[in-house]
């Protein structure tokens, strides 16, 4: 499972005052990491340097533009999730850039809140497609054995994230004792330090 620390964003704007928005609204309402630039022009190494798992873009910026960054994604078949930043109004371009692929776009002006409800969206659904491909290699590509230890990790892990490592609630959670717990994720390789290491009733 991929936590939310572990997503990172690129957000390009030609203003620096709409960049240091979205950067201080993505920092003060998600767990993701976020990286900026008003350099339009730094995108495609930037893309080369640093995997991201979504852009925020203006679509108009000199140098390299919205349209220019959606070609590129479409061009290499990466996974970047694409959102658009528009001129209200400007419909025959949101159009455009929708059928170039990207996932969806925020007119301006904008709020905080409509950011983050796209980037949440966004977000949620590119998790949802490494699970879809995660599942689906495991039922066409893996034993039966290794298929159950890949499931038994994913699941261990979720609950560790879930309940913020707290063992009584995973313990009640899951119906497994401490001791099946903490070899589970010895097993498994996934952190335990916040299981207590005493004797067991369970």
């Not at 290699?137 to 994913?154: R, V, W, Y």
């Not at 097993?187 to 207590?196: E, G, L, T």
Request: charged share 25%; aromatic share 6%; with cysteine.
């Amino acid at each position: 499972m991929i936590q939310p620390d572990q997503l990172s964003i690129l957000a390009v704007d030609k203003e620096v005052h709409m960049v240091r928005l979205l950067e201080r609204t993505i920092k003060e309402k998600t767990p993701y990491q976020i990286y900026t630039t008003a350099n339009s022009l730094e995108v495609p190494d930037l893309l080369i340097e640093q995997p991201f798992d979504l852009v925020i873009s203006d679509l108009k910026m000199p140098g390299f533009n919205g349209i220019d960054l959606l070609n590129l994604v479409r061009k290499r078949k990466s996974k970047e999730k694409i959102v658009i930043i528009t001129a209200s109004g400007d419909f025959e371009s949101v159009l455009e850039c929708m059928a170039l692929g990207a996932y969806s776009y925020i007119p301006k002006p904008f709020s905080k809140e409509q950011i983050i409800s796209v980037v949440e969206n966004a977000m949620q659904m590119h998790n949802d497609q490494i699970e879809a491909k995660l599942f689906r290699n495991m039922l066409t590509n893996i034993p039966l054995s290794q298929a159950k230890k890949q499931f038994e990790s994913e699941y261990i892990e979720r609950l560790h994230s879930l309940h913020s490592g707290d063992t009584q609630k995973i313990v009640e959670a899951s119906g497994l004792s401490k001791w099946q717990l903490r070899r589970l994720m010895k097993v498994n390789s996934v952190q335990n330090n916040n299981f207590d290491s005493g004797n067991d009733n369970n």
